[in-house]
């Protein structure tokens, strides 16, 4: 009987240990711009397998503060959702950049970025869950995200706390997607082309939309 309540209570505490595994948020900083014509803003992407609740989140710069600036207004972030924050004012960010309703913008923080300086991200704990310190000046040869905005060439650089030389600026029609605001800066804010698929399902369906798709054009081609 022990060994049956001992085997049952081990169980346990390894899934225990593997929801917690799982529960873990990946918000990773996905992108961001200093300095622009319609102001500066960084990117946060849920790169995770569940959707994360902001709700007493916050961001800071260098200071390393927890709680300057409240990130509770995304609400439920969803799995390959991106979200913005921008010194300017939601509506006119938005606008400038033509994003849809369905992009979440947190506008008017005043502590803001600089050439050379740091994004913290933090959750409702205070405890830190994303940082990338940055600057030309001081990491030789990493962008300068003035106009234009810092995206990483893979998932995998964004594992570091540092911008690397795999940062690269964004340019009208890259392979992120990038294009030109109303202001003339350029970036691609609101989506991250290397994020997960949101949805099994949608996947699935997507599969499927394309299996469809190859099977009319073969049979087209056979006749």
Request: hydrophobic letters at 45%.
């Amino acid at each position: 009987m022990r060994k049956r309540l001992f085997g049952f209570g081990a169980a346990m505490l390894l899934s225990g240990q593997a929801l917690a595994a799982v529960s873990v948020a990946d918000i990773q900083i996905t992108e961001w711009m200093y300095s622009g014509n319609g102001g500066e803003f960084i990117e946060f992407t849920n790169m995770g397998s569940s959707a994360v609740d902001f709700s007493g989140w916050s961001y800071d710069d260098d200071s390393r503060t927890a709680g300057v600036f409240d990130l509770s207004g995304f609400g439920l972030v969803g799995v390959g959702e991106s979200v913005i924050i921008t010194e300017t004012a939601e509506t006119v960010f938005r606008a400038d950049w033509s994003l849809a309703a369905s992009v979440k913008v947190l506008g008017g923080y005043t502590n803001n970025i600089g050439r050379g300086d740091e994004i913290n991200l933090f959750d409702g704990t205070g405890g830190l869950i994303d940082r990338l310190t940055y600057g030309d000046a001081v990491f030789p040869g990493t962008v300068r995200t003035q106009n234009a905005t810092g995206n990483p060439l893979s998932a995998a650089d964004l594992a570091a706390t540092t911008v690397t030389a795999n940062w690269v600026l964004a340019s009208a029609g890259d392979r992120f997607g990038s294009y030109v605001s109303t202001s003339g800066d350029i970036g691609n804010p609101g989506f991250y082309v290397a994020a997960p698929v949101p949805e099994p399902e949608t996947y699935a369906m997507m599969l499927a939309g394309l299996a469809l798709v190859g099977g009319i054009a073969r049979r087209r081609a056979v006749r």
